[in-house]
């Protein structure tokens, strides 16, 4: 999959996130919720809490996660299945329902399901549902991964105080690695343009790296040296 990547120098902010993040929230009692992926028998790490799956070519695969209601108020919640996209920080996301993909010989997950991207489920209190999203493995086998994630947001209670009152949304993701083959596949970047970019009122270059291999990439060292006449700034950053 490829990745799009801007380095800013100002603060130097770059951050090059682990593979599938999960956001924790804490909400009030009276309205939150938890999810569970049902990882299946082609699961190739069982101590993984997302789906890391090793898939059969022109097979059906059904992903499953466990929404519970763990509140005391019913409470209800959607979930999608997207494909993953990287922001200019580097972090990669699951929450963007119509991301583009990006050029790849492989296809996006999102183009792999079968029937709809996107349910809502209504819980009662202590009530659990399962969601299920069908996905049809590509007609041949491949090297690298398909990356995406199934996503879940519902609002839960507001914050109040004497003052304000602050609506709470809640999201979880579980993200989902197709794979059909074990042979590793190399990352390879590529810096495809720099330009002065202005950030939070700050001005610096902002540089676009591209991974055009159909992998992740983390512990990123980055090396650069930056000119203005006759001056040279030399930076360099390890495990990004």
């Given at each position: 999959?490829?990745?799009?990547?801007?380095?800013?120098?100002?603060?130097?902010?770059?951050?090059?996130?682990?593979?599938?993040?999960?956001?924790?929230?804490?909400?009030?009692?009276?309205?939150?919720?938890?999810?569970?992926?049902?990882?299946?028998?082609?699961?190739?790490?069982?101590?993984?809490?997302?789906?890391?799956?090793?898939?059969?070519?022109?097979?059906?695969?059904?992903?499953?996660?466990?929404?519970?209601?763990?509140?005391?108020?019913?409470?209800?919640?959607?979930?999608?299945?997207?494909?993953?996209?990287?922001?200019?920080?580097?972090?990669?996301?699951?929450?963007?329902?119509?991301?583009?993909?990006?050029?790849?010989?492989?296809?996006?997950?999102?183009?792999?399901?079968?029937?709809?991207?996107?349910?809502?489920?209504?819980?009662?209190?202590?009530?659990?549902k399962t969601?299920?999203?069908?996905?049809?493995?590509?007609?041949?086998?491949?090297?690298?991964?398909?990356?995406?994630?199934?996503?879940?947001?519902?609002?839960?209670?507001?914050?109040?105080?004497?003052?304000?009152?602050?609506?709470?949304?809640?999201?979880?993701?579980?993200?989902?690695?197709?794979?059909?083959?074990?042979?590793?596949?190399?990352?390879?970047?590529?810096?495809?343009?720099?330009?002065?970019?202005?950030?939070?009122?700050?001005?610096?270059?902002?540089?676009m790296l591209?991974?055009?291999?159909?992998?992740?990439?983390?512990?990123?060292?980055?090396?650069?040296?930056?000119?203005?006449?006759?001056?040279?700034?030399?930076?360099?950053?390890?495990?990004?």
């Amino acid at each position: 999959m490829k990745k799009r990547l801007t380095v800013f120098f100002a603060a130097l902010l770059l951050v090059l996130t682990v593979l599938l993040p999960v956001t924790t929230v804490k909400a009030a009692p009276d309205k939150s919720y938890a999810i569970q992926a049902i990882l299946p028998d082609n699961q190739i790490n069982k101590d993984e809490s997302f789906f890391d799956l090793k898939i059969t070519p022109k097979k059906e695969q059904t992903l499953k996660v466990l929404i519970a209601n763990t509140g005391s108020k019913p409470i209800k919640v959607t979930a999608e299945i997207n494909n993953a996209y990287t922001a200019d920080s580097g972090v990669i996301g699951y929450d963007k329902f119509n991301a583009q993909p990006y050029k790849s010989k492989l296809p996006s997950l999102t183009s792999l399901v079968d029937g709809k991207r996107k349910q809502v489920v209504e819980l009662d209190t202590g009530e659990n549902k399962t969601v299920e999203f069908k996905v049809k493995s590509p007609d041949s086998e491949y090297s690298g991964i398909i990356l995406g994630g199934i996503t879940t947001t519902a609002s839960v209670s507001p914050t109040k105080s004497k003052n304000i009152n602050i609506k709470n949304q809640v999201r979880y993701v579980k993200g989902v690695v197709l794979r059909s083959k074990d042979d590793g596949v190399m990352p390879e970047m590529h810096l495809t343009s720099a330009a002065p970019r202005a950030v939070a009122g700050s001005t610096g270059i902002s540089y676009m790296l591209d991974n055009t291999a159909p992998i992740n990439i983390n512990k990123v060292t980055l090396t650069a040296k930056i000119k203005h006449g006759d001056k040279t700034i030399n930076y360099k950053q390890d495990n990004l």
